[in-house]
């Protein structure tokens, strides 16, 4: 649910936006020149620009390491772990963001590798790729072993395979659910009339509760890094294998 | 306009990274295996207005326990572990103490006597760990008919929790077996699905089998011997009258009611060949659907009507065969070793039990209606005559160890909850009601 939502924000702020400025292109700039709004947004942000571009091309060999770490991480190499940097230290450049927004920025998808660095770097608390992604695997193992005493599959209703359930939920730090689960699929309100997959939800969030609290805290490995685990989703998937 | 513009950026940038945020630090986790475990549930005594709706309550939760303790889905948890006394039904209860015990849902309930000698049964669900109410209703019903609201508030129960069907306000109608081997008496039995309230059908005067219920509950349709020959007989439970299926030549038997409940299909043997006909119960028109030199027999209609599983040896030993139910497109479905026989069609649609007989021993099994996909649920020294629960989740049939008389079997679907049903007398030849209307 939440990237439907987040999509149809940012659709509709960009109409909205696209609205405004073609209003006020008009009824403002355009007596004057129509190009003056790109040269206008050009001439205030050109440092950052031209900063980032210098460190894009630079990291640009570790941004794909990193994907090919995620896909297979036995086989990828081991980057030799080291203390990541905070990548806009200057503070943030409305500017840019304008700039990006209206799509005049080229380098979207190396802003995007940036954004999923930061985010691994983020989460593991310091610890390189590797070290996330071994982190996330063991942390991963634990919850299902912990689980699996807590979730009655629903494999012995008919078609079990599409009783798919997404969960969203938070747990502190010590590992007790912190508020209510959330689920996010199958849509609230899809499956008032299809009684197994409301027992499927029901499982879920149940088993969610039941499994409270998680022993992740407890892990000499997983447990210092909150960060990774504090947010955690789970899609319960029957298997009939 | 610049720095307005401005603002407007910053604002709507600072929302979207508002919601994006947590979606970026998100552990995801696909969990496939989980276990099959009953569910444990609290169903405390309900609470009664005086003495003897007290006992009512006492009962009435005694019956449901038992029912959800028996369908193998859940476990009712033992009352002496409650820590809680539930006193009243409109103060929520004590989710913390239920989940102590670990009970992860908690039925209440109250009994009070109505102006009219009538009782109002009522319960609550909840889900203890979401401390939450899930469903709730109330039943008015005469005193002495509380099993009947107990099998009720179960099906409500396993309706809610499972997302099925319940299957506990129903009937078994079977063949009650005494006396004698040599001269045995065979009468045809009602009873509730968990073994009360049993009361005969036929006298002993006549030799009866296979029973079968209508779509409706309120007709029975099985063989017997009354008028000397063996005979589909049609039995109305609301006149207590009976009256043969049509003045045949030959012998009638291995009768069964359409899903609409408008025909019986049937086995003819005329001349030492046995063949399937149906007869519209309306019009008494008659209809072949076979027509083969070998045995065809046991017809079962699919649920939507459409279809009938039945059983020939036109391959050299008896197998499972599948036509559609004008006779049509039969094509054989069993394949496995042995012999197959007695098939029904699930209510649910999607299976097919049997009877297969392989090395010495009679096992219960389940195929889908394509031949695949065939398991085992139960095995004996003769197990035989499957029917299923209205919601095609469990099977009930008859099991007879060496040298003892026959008795009633239930098996779910996992063919881990096997269980004995409580009946007088010996019996056979069990079928399964719809829900009671």
Redesign the interface.
């Known amino acids: 649910m939440r990237p439907g939502v987040i999509i149809s924000f940012v659709g509709h702020i960009g109409a909205v936006l696209m609205t405004f400025l073609v209003w006020e292109t008009r009824s403002v700039l355009l007596p004057s020149s129509g190009s003056v709004v790109p040269v206008e947004i050009v001439a205030v942000a050109p440092e950052s620009n031209v900063r980032a571009l210098a460190e894009d091309v630079e990291e640009e060999g570790e941004a794909e390491a990193d994907e090919s770490v995620e896909g297979d991480p036995q086989s990828a190499p081991a980057p030799a772990p080291r203390a990541q940097q905070p990548r806009r230290e200057e503070g943030f450049n409305l500017d840019e963001a304008e700039a990006s927004m209206r799509n005049t920025d080229t380098h979207e998808g190396r802003r995007r590798q940036e954004g999923d660095r930061a985010e691994r770097n983020q989460r593991g608390s310091g610890l390189g790729t590797d070290e996330v992604v071994a982190v996330e695997d063991r942390a991963r193992a634990l919850i299902r072993a912990h689980m699996r005493r807590c979730w009655r599959s629903p494999i012995d209703l008919p078609d079990p395979d599409r009783l798919v359930v997404v969960v969203e939920f938070e747990i502190n730090r010590n590992g007790t659910l912190n508020g209510q689960p959330r689920v996010t699929s199958p849509r609230a309100g899809s499956y008032t009339f299809d009684p197994a997959m409301r027992t499927a939800v029901d499982n879920a969030v149940r088993a969610v509760r039941t499994c409270d609290p998680y022993p992740l805290p407890d892990d000499p490995v997983v447990g210092e890094h909150y960060d990774i685990w504090r947010t955690q989703v789970y899609t319960f998937r029957p298997s009939t294998n | 306009?610049?720095m307005i513009?401005?603002m407007?950026?910053?604002m709507?940038?600072v929302?979207?990274a508002a919601?994006?945020q947590?979606?970026?630090?998100?552990?995801?986790?696909?969990?496939?295996?989980?276990?099959?475990?009953p569910?444990p549930i609290a169903v405390a005594d309900f609470i009664g207005g005086n003495a003897p709706a007290q006992q009512v309550g006492r009962d009435v939760a005694g019956v449901i326990r038992a029912n959800l303790d028996r369908s193998g889905l859940f476990r009712a948890v033992e009352p002496s572990a409650f820590i809680e006394r539930i006193t009243a039904l409109n103060i929520p209860p004590r989710f913390a103490d239920w989940r102590v015990i670990n009970a992860?849902a908690l039925v209440v309930g109250e009994v009070l006597p109505q102006a009219d000698n009538r009782i109002r049964v009522e319960f609550k669900l909840y889900?203890t760990?979401?401390e939450q109410f899930l469903v709730g209703s109330a039943i008015t019903t005469t005193p002495d008919n509380w099993r009947r609201a107990a099998h009720r508030i179960s099906d409500a129960i396993y309706?809610q929790?499972?997302?099925?069907p319940g299957y506990f306000d129903t009937r078994i109608v079977f063949v009650s077996e005494s006396g004698p081997r040599t001269r045995r008496i065979k009468r045809l039995m009602v009873m509730d699905q968990d073994g009360a309230n049993p009361f005969f059908l036929t006298g002993a005067d006549s030799l009866v089998l296979t029973p079968r219920y209508s779509p409706s509950t309120q007709m029975i349709t099985y063989m017997s011997f009354e008028t000397g020959a063996p005979r589909v007989f049609l039995y109305n439970m609301q006149t207590n009258r009976r009256e043969v299926l049509g003045d045949f030549p030959g012998m009638t038997f291995a009768p069964r009611f359409s899903p609409d409940g408008n025909r019986v299909v049937f086995t003819l043997d005329m001349n030492g060949n046995s063949e399937i006909h149906t007869m519209d119960l309306r019009s008494r028109a008659r209809t072949r659907l076979t027509n083969h030199p070998a045995i065809d027999t046991s017809p079962s209609y699919s649920p939507d009507g459409s279809q009938i599983v039945f059983n020939s040896d036109r391959g050299g030993s008896p197998q499972l065969y599948v036509m559609s139910s004008n006779g049509s497109g039969q094509r054989r479905i069993s394949f496995g070793e042995g012999r197959y026989s007695t098939p029904v069609w699930s209510p649910?649609g999607?299976l097919i039990a049997f009877t297969r007989q392989s090395g010495g021993q009679f096992a219960i099994g389940v195929m889908r209606p394509d031949g695949s996909g065939e398991r085992i649920l139960t095995e004996s020294y003769l197990d035989e005559a499957p029917t299923w629960s209205p919601n095609g989740?469990v099977i009930m049939f008859f099991r007879e160890a060496r040298g003892a008389g026959p008795r009633l079997w239930s098996v779910?679907?996992?063919g881990r909850n096997l269980r004995q049903i409580p009946t007088q007398t010996d019996a056979s030849d069990p079928a399964w009601s719809p829900l009671l209307p």
């Open positions: 306009m610049t513009r401005r407007f950026f910053g709507i940038l929302a979207a919601l994006a947590p979606a970026h630090a998100q552990l995801r986790v696909d969990i496939t295996e989980g276990h099959l475990n569910m992860q889900d760990f979401g309706q929790l499972t997302g099925e649910r999607d989740r779910d679907l996992t």
